[in-house]
């Protein structure tokens, strides 16, 4: 079945250390998309990609970065420099980000980091 | 930039219908969505409803959206208790940004 896998489902960071998060799609889409989840804030954009090779800062981007070098993947990497990084993180995918038709964002199903 | 708000709590009797309103602010958005998200999940897509409609219907759920207002409801017919969860309503504004809500939590009682 075509959908989001984000891994690892749980994270452990220290203090000091950079983390990457997993995001892969099998839906073909070429838009993708990274928020952050915190209690009573609903989601926040970190980064978006609306193509392979090309990626945008959203809101919170500070903290964080991102590639994209393949269509399927979007790894972020939160950095010792994020300093308030506990939060529930989500991957989501479009067929596009801008144009014509619905194009709802579909979601994976989340990495909670925590640190120690 | 887009505003969603949402109200954060609704509490229903199992059999009620559900209502969860939204409000948005961007009165060019062109579509609205709503999306389910369960504990330590991530959010499905309900249902979408496009700015030149004013309902829509799938199974037990509705849509009304009065875009004079900028006013987007869900309800929920015969709600069950597998329909606790965090609603979120979603638009997609100026620039093809879509800004979610809050996010509502459904309690539903047995």
């Known amino acids: 079945d075509g959908g989001i896998t984000q891994s690892p489902k749980y994270l452990f960071r220290k203090e000091g250390q950079n983390v990457t998060l997993s995001c892969e799609q099998n839906?073909?889409?070429?838009?993708m998309y990274w928020y952050r989840q915190d209690p009573g804030q609903g989601l926040r954009l970190i980064y978006y990609?609306?193509?392979?090779?090309?990626?945008q800062k959203g809101d919170i981007a500070e903290g964080y970065s991102v590639s994209r070098e393949k269509k399927e993947s979007f790894p972020l990497t939160v950095t010792s420099a994020q300093k308030n990084p506990t939060a529930f993180y989500l991957c989501?995918?479009?067929?596009?980000?801008?144009?014509?038709?619905?194009?709802?964002?579909?979601f994976g199903d989340g990495t909670r980091l925590s640190i120690l | 930039g887009e505003d969603v708000e949402q109200s954060l709590f609704l509490s229903v009797r199992e059999g009620d219908s559900s209502v969860i309103n939204c409000t948005y602010t961007?009165?060019?958005?062109?579509?609205l969505y709503w999306y389910k998200q369960e504990p330590g999940a991530g959010l499905q897509l309900l249902t979408y409803?496009?700015?030149?409609?004013d309902m829509k219907q799938d199974q037990r759920l509705t849509v009304l959206l009065n875009k004079k207002d900028k006013h987007l409801s869900l309800r929920i017919a015969d709600t069950q208790t597998g329909d606790s969860a965090i609603y979120f309503c979603a638009a997609r504004g100026g620039y093809q940004k879509v800004t979610f809500g809050i996010g509502t939590k459904l309690q539903v009682i047995p």
């Open positions: 989501a995918s479009s067929i596009k980000a801008s144009g014509q038709g619905s194009q709802p964002q579909h």
């Open positions: 409803i496009f700015s030149n409609m």
């Open positions: 839906l073909n889409h070429d838009a």
């Open positions: 961007d009165s060019s958005s062109t579509y």
């Open positions: 990609s609306q193509i392979v090779n090309d990626f």
